[in-house]
C-alpha cells in the first residue's frame, strides 16, 4: 500500500517585515512554530512541533532550513 505525501502550502509572508522562529520551552520541551514581527516582537503562533516530521513540514512551509530557536 502506498502511502500519499501531504501536500504542504507555502505560507505566504515579507521576510521584510518578519521572520520564521521556533520557540522552544525550557520546562516542557515544547517547540511551537511561528512568525515573528521585525519590527514589535510579536510572534504568532503556527504550528506544535512535535517530532521531525513537524519539523520538516514547517521548514517547507516557510521556505527555510535553517530557522532560528527562541528559548
Request: net charge positive; hydrophobic share 35%; aromatic share 6%.
Amino acid at each position: 500500500m502506498f502511502r500519499r505525501r501531504k501536500q504542504v502550502q507555502r505560507l505566504p509572508y515579507d521576510p521584510a517585515a518578519q521572520k520564521p522562529v521556533i520557540r522552544a520551552s525550557i520546562c516542557t520541551g515544547e517547540q511551537i512554530g511561528g512568525l515573528r514581527d521585525l519590527r514589535t516582537g510579536k510572534f504568532t503562533d503556527l504550528m506544535l512541533i512535535r517530532d521531525d516530521a513537524d519539523l520538516r513540514e514547517f521548514q517547507a512551509m516557510v521556505g527555510m532550513n535553517d530557522i532560528e530557536k527562541e528559548c
